[in-house]
């Protein structure tokens, strides 16, 4: 399994935008699915957005026309940009990849450190 480093998190004012990258260590042109998740302090890990091989995305209610998740299979990098952030978007946010079932259920055992986005009011 290829090694997963987020990075890109940051301090933005409400309304701001980042982009937030997954760099894998290996090709990720197989990998069937791909995640962006995050977690609040005191909630549980959720799946925020999801891209498949073939390119198909998915996203959480609370993001949808927000945030847009991309792939670059020649980079091995998967891209989560998050616009017109709200103070709600704060959180640590983490990225890993697998089959579907595992994206969608984040039923991983492993996980990077993750990139921590803190949007202000």
């Known amino acids: 399994q290829a090694q997963l480093a987020e990075s890109g998190g940051g301090l933005v004012q409400a309304g701001g935008s980042l982009r937030l990258s997954c760099a894998a260590s290996?090709?990720?042109?197989?990998?069937?699915?791909m995640g962006w998740y995050r977690q609040a302090p005191g909630k549980q890990r959720e799946l925020v957005a999801a891209?498949?091989?073939?390119?198909?995305?998915k996203y959480a209610d609370s993001v949808k026309g927000r945030f847009t998740i991309s792939r670059d299979n020649a980079k091995n990098i998967v891209y989560l940009q998050m616009n017109s952030l709200r103070p709600e978007d704060t959180a640590a946010y983490y990225c890993?990849?697998?089959?579907?079932?595992?994206?969608?259920?984040?039923?991983?055992?492993?996980w990077g450190q993750g990139t921590q986005v803190t949007v202000s009011s």
């Open positions: 290996g090709s990720i042109f197989m990998v069937q699915a």
């Open positions: 891209i498949l091989s073939g390119g198909l995305t």
């Open positions: 890993n990849a697998g089959r579907l079932t595992e994206v969608v259920t984040g039923d991983f055992s492993s």
